[in-house]
């Protein structure tokens, strides 16, 4: 299992981004895609996750309301937008995936860069 995620960049504050992450092989209804970010000095945090099947979702408090994940079963790919963008959420964002939605995400992605001006 490979994830390739995307659509990092710079933006400023209060801006939008839409993050993308591309599964290869097949992505079974058992499974959770997440995002996940660690920004400079800090340790990795949950973000968002939706599980395949159902399209269930749960966010980190300090990002409900302004992000949004979803996902395109026919493309195998799952997104992050994020509106109203601050300097603290710069970060890398990460794309994982958990086969069996136990909680234990065995897959991981590259990463991509997320910088919010001020």
């Known amino acids: 299992v490979q994830l390739q995620a995307s659509g990092g960049g710079l933006v400023q504050a209060g801006g939008s981004l839409r993050l993308s992450c591309v599964a290869s092989?097949?992505?079974?209804?058992?499974?959770?895609l997440g995002w996940f970010r660690q920004a400079p000095g800090k340790e990795r945090e949950f973000i968002a996750r939706i599980t395949w099947g159902y399209g269930h979702t749960r966010y980190a408090d300090s990002v409900k309301g302004r992000f949004t994940i979803s996902r395109d079963k026919a493309e195998n790919t799952v997104y992050l937008l994020m509106n109203s963008l601050q300097p603290e959420d710069t970060a890398v964002y990460y794309c994982?995936?958990?086969?069996?939605?136990?909680?234990?995400?065995?897959?991981w992605g590259q990463g991509t860069l997320v910088t919010v001006s001020s």
């Open positions: 092989g097949r992505t079974y209804s058992s499974s959770t």
């Open positions: 994982a995936k958990d086969p069996g939605s136990t909680g234990t995400y065995a897959h």
